[in-house]
């Protein structure tokens, strides 16, 4: 899930188990937006925090859990505003240049 709030894009990854396939997607999403989080019902993001907590942090990757019973969504681990990068690209190199883009085809 991707979402916008305020001038800010985040996305969400769901998942009923398996804390490392998602993790791997996190951080795949962290060079498109400005925050990323993993999502787990209660029961599991207990698990997912004793076992990655260390490396979430470390990666600026925030923690949901999900009461599945009341749909109330816990902020367990904020996550930090992404700087990730990828050799020369990264989000605002790749804004800027979708911005010459259109400029280009405007003329």
């Not at 937006?33 to 990757?61: H, M, N």
Request: charged fraction near 30%; glycine fraction near 2%.
């Amino acid at each position: 899930m991707i979402f916008q709030k305020n001038k800010d894009i985040v996305a969400i990854e769901l998942k009923l188990a398996d804390w490392k396939k998602a993790l791997i997607q996190a951080q795949n999403y962290q060079l498109a937006v400005d925050f990323v989080y993993i999502a787990f019902p209660s029961l599991k993001s207990d698990l997912v925090l004793k076992k990655a907590k260390e490396k979430l942090t470390q990666k600026g990757i925030g923690l949901l859990s999900v009461d599945e019973q009341t749909e109330q969504v816990e902020v367990v681990i904020p996550a930090k505003k992404s700087s990730f990068s990828f050799g020369h690209l990264s989000k605002k190199n790749l804004i800027n240049q979708r911005k010459r883009v259109f400029k280009r085809k405007r003329l």
